[in-house]
């Protein structure tokens, strides 16, 4: 029984634990290079940035008080009353030193840290650090602010008039003071907040686009129990976590610093009065997080359910045309509202949570303000304090209560923030991981040769069992032609994506030429987002061709029209939308022209194209002396290539002369295999 009590109280801390090593490992890189650093070391830095700051703006407050002291001294006595005092108590005590050393030693860690901090990554410290600067110096005027209001009050009870307006000149220089410090710090949070959003999304997207990442992840399968949506974690998901991580860290830092700052000032009001506070926040904060532990969840929840419904609107404008042709508006429509009642079901289920949290919130925040009363009446009553100390009292304890509520009044906030953690983090580990197998995968089986060169290979899908090819070996060298046939489903499609490189063999080795001299085309091109410039030239620097070669390329793939309808190739359109299913083949045989490479792999890239375009556009290969893999079901083919690769769907094979070769599935006996 005690063991598991003992389990089940640890689990939270557990979980806390592992929050805030998926933060680490999402924001350490912007700050300092992981490959080279541990985690003590960053945080060692950020101690070090703290003394650093805490020293600094000591040092700065005294120079600023000798400065009013020897050039200023009434200006000095009328608004910075025993200011002067304060901080000589703070230089000739323990503390002085003890300030000096830790800011030395601060100083020290980022010297030797200085080779870490290249490349830009010194540009965040120094905002992080100007914004911590900022804090100190409000949690300085806050807590001056406070001795103010109790001198008003005094003022006020005693009929002090003189007294009085020499307070809300204080209260006033304050004020005047604050208002700069606050707009700039309201600049800089967020604007290190953007410098780090556009750091870390563009190392997601290079991530994401590198080493075929963004193919072998699933994205929008809603089966999936690790990545969903990957558009939305590049961009919204990103934006979230850099702007609320940044705010949550400064809003901490500075409920820590004015906890500190008013505790000593409540405590030397009432030492009964800041215990009693002590009590009541930590109970209030374990009840709120107790009772909000469904929150996280609930909102992970929430943001995958809202991206699932957002890309079946995508989807629906993407295929609008062909959703027209079938008249499938009722079943899109049903589709839609099945996500969205997904998104909406959910939600119910947050606020109910959201709003059992909002009550604990409340009561919390009202029974609160009882608590100065109940504990100064007394002593005041007894005549032990001023009047003025029930308005400081009030002050201070509103401050130390909100930093020690900080999780209290931000809890629903926090479990976002921390499902935003999870769904980053859990992204970023996937693409490292695919990355990492995929380097092996070239390492072991994309061997480098001068023809395509297949041994004994099997083939098996990713995440399937089902075996396609068994012991294939087969060379296709220069100006070699081979066309792939089968029933449907046999894997002519899957035994391209492996001759491609994009699937690796279950078994056996394949090497092939440079991925530069290896171009695929497929069924249905890939339209760009771009000019017409841009769509022919792709992948290729589209200002590596002049005006006149693209006119003549098109002319070549029988295009005319596109010349005489888009003369400026800087225009923009949607190209999937605008063009038929034959104008994108066709223009994708312009790309491989354009492209020129030694090896063409060909997916029924001719299948919506009439017989003399098809072989006018072969003969273009040909002409070129390309070599070229090809898939299709026309018998026209067979005369453009010199053999056949027979398959089964059951991992048999054979291959065939192409001249001769029936397309009869019925009678597979009459062709005669190849020795």
């Not at 009772?291 to 929840?301: E, T």
Request: overall charge neutral; charged content about 20%.
């Amino acid at each position: 029984m005690s063991i598991s009590k003992s389990a089940s109280i640890s689990k939270p801390f557990q979980g806390f634990r592992q929050q805030l090593g998926k933060l680490r490992r999402l924001a350490q890189p912007y700050f300092l290079p992981v490959e080279e650093t541990s985690a003590w070391q960053f945080l060692l830095l950020i101690f070090s940035l703290l003394t650093v700051v805490v020293g600094l703006t000591l040092f700065l407050l005294t120079v600023l008080v000798s400065g009013l002291g020897s050039f200023a001294p009434e200006f000095q006595g009328r608004f910075l009353p025993g200011v002067p005092e304060k901080v000589l108590g703070v230089w000739s005590s323990p503390a002085g030193s003890i300030i000096t050393i830790l800011m030395l030693g601060g100083m020290l860690c980022f010297a030797l840290s200085r080779t870490k901090l290249r490349g830009g990554r010194w540009v965040p410290w120094v905002i992080l650090g100007s914004i911590l600067l900022l804090i100190l110096v409000i949690n300085g005027i806050n807590v001056g602010i406070s001795f103010v209001a109790r001198n008003v009050e005094n003022a006020l009870v005693g009929y002090d008039q003189d007294g009085f307006w020499k307070v809300v000149a204080i209260y006033a220089f304050c004020l005047v003071l604050a208002l700069p410090i606050r707009a700039l710090q309201s600049y800089l949070v967020p604007r290190l907040g953007l410098l780090w959003r556009k750091w870390l999304s563009g190392r997601m997207l290079n991530r994401y686009m590198s080493n075929r990442a963004y193919y072998l992840l699933t994205p929008n399968d809603e089966e999936a129990e690790e990545i969903d949506n990957p558009d939305q974690r590049i961009s919204q998901d990103t934006a979230s976590f850099t702007s609320t991580s940044l705010s949550v860290t400064v809003e901490i830092l500075a409920a820590l610093l004015t906890f500190f700052s008013f505790i000593i000032v409540l405590w030397s009001i009432s030492s009964k009065l800041a215990l009693w506070l002590l009590i009541y926040s930590f109970g209030g904060t374990a009840l709120v997080i107790f009772a909000s532990r469904k929150l996280v969840a609930l909102n992970n929840q929430q943001l995958r359910l809202e991206a699932d419904f957002r890309y079946g609107l995508v989807h629906i404008r993407d295929n609008a045309e062909s959703i027209a042709f079938y008249r499938g508006e009722k079943q899109e429509a049903k589709e839609a509202q099945r996500r969205l009642n997904g998104a909406i079901d959910n939600y119910n289920k947050l606020i109910v949570w959201e709003a059992l949290i909002s009550v604990i919130q409340r009561s919390y925040d009202y029974f609160s303000r009882f608590l100065p009363w109940l504990v100064i009446a007394p002593i005041y009553f007894a005549r032990q304090v001023d009047f003025g100390v029930f308005g400081q009292a009030f002050i201070a304890f509103s401050q130390v209560l909100g930093s020690v509520s900080y999780i209290v009044n931000n809890i629903d906030r926090l479990a976002a923030f921390s499902a935003s953690i999870s769904r980053l983090e859990a992204f970023q580990g996937k693409v490292e991981e695919i990355s990492s197998d995929l380097t092996n995968v070239d390492t072991d089986n994309g061997l480098q040769s001068e023809s395509i060169v297949l041994k004994n290979i099997q083939l098996v899908p990713p995440q399937s069992e089902r075996c396609l090819i068994k012991d294939l070996s087969l060379e296709v060298g220069r100006e070699q032609k081979v066309l792939v046939v089968g029933p449907s489903g046999c894997g002519k499609t899957s035994f391209l994506r492996l001759v491609s490189g994009l699937w690796p063999p279950y078994k056996g080795e394949v090497q092939r030429p440079s991925l530069s001299e290896l171009l695929f085309i497929p069924q249905k091109p890939y339209m760009i987002l771009g000019t017409l410039r841009e769509q022919l030239c792709y992948p290729q620097d589209a200002s590596r061709f002049s005006n006149q070669h693209l006119r003549s390329v098109l002319e070549e793939v029988r295009l005319p029209e596109i010349n005489d309808r888009y003369p400026d190739f800087d225009v923009k359109q949607d190209w999937q939308r605008l063009l038929s299913l034959g104008e994108q083949q066709r223009l994708a045989f312009a790309r491989l022209l354009l492209n020129s490479p030694s090896f063409v792999v060909l997916d029924e890239a001719t299948s919506a194209l009439d017989v003399s375009t098809e072989r006018h556009l072969y003969k273009l290969l040909s002409n070129r002396e390309m070599a070229f893999v090809s898939v299709g079901h026309r018998p026209t083919l067979r005369d453009f290539h010199d053999t056949v690769l027979e398959l089964d769907g059951y991992g048999g094979w054979e291959l065939f002369p192409a001249s001769g070769y029936n397309f009869n599935i019925d009678n597979p006996l009459q062709n005669d295999p190849i020795k």
